[in-house]
């Protein structure tokens, strides 16, 4: 079964910046798009940035300017870098795979970003 995993998170001071990856373990069928979610302690997971498969991509408001979402097919890696971190943005990251044909959702176990003040 391919999973998703997260990397990159860790503890940064506000101001700084983080690139969190999401790598396949193999190939994944029927990808639309992937995606860059997050959920803060009590909230709900909400979208950060998203990447179609012809490089649209998509940001959450709190965050343009700040990240961006790229991939490189050939390691099968999606990237976010977000830069200026608030404490705001401190939350655990999610990575999921959309697909085609009813295919089902993929998820990352997610990576935990703290942005210290």
């Known amino acids: 079964q391919v999973q998703l995993v997260e990397s990159g998170g860790g503890l940064v001071q506000a101001g700084g910046s983080l690139r969190l990856s999401c790598a396949a373990s193999g190939m994944i069928v029927g990808i639309n798009a992937m995606g860059w979610y997050r959920q803060a302690p009590g909230k709900q997971r909400e979208l950060v940035a998203s990447?179609?498969?012809?490089?649209?991509?998509n940001y959450e408001e709190s965050v343009k300017g700040r990240a961006t979402i790229s991939r490189d097919n050939a390691k099968r890696t999606v990237y976010l870098q977000m830069n200026s971190l608030k404490p705001e943005d401190t939350a655990v990251y999610y990575c999921?795979?959309?697909?085609?044909?009813?295919?089902?959702?993929?998820w990352g176990q997610g990576t935990q970003v703290t942005v210290s003040t």
């Open positions: 990447i179609t498969n012809g490089d649209s991509t």
């Open positions: 999921k795979a959309e697909r085609r044909w009813g295919l089902p959702v993929i």
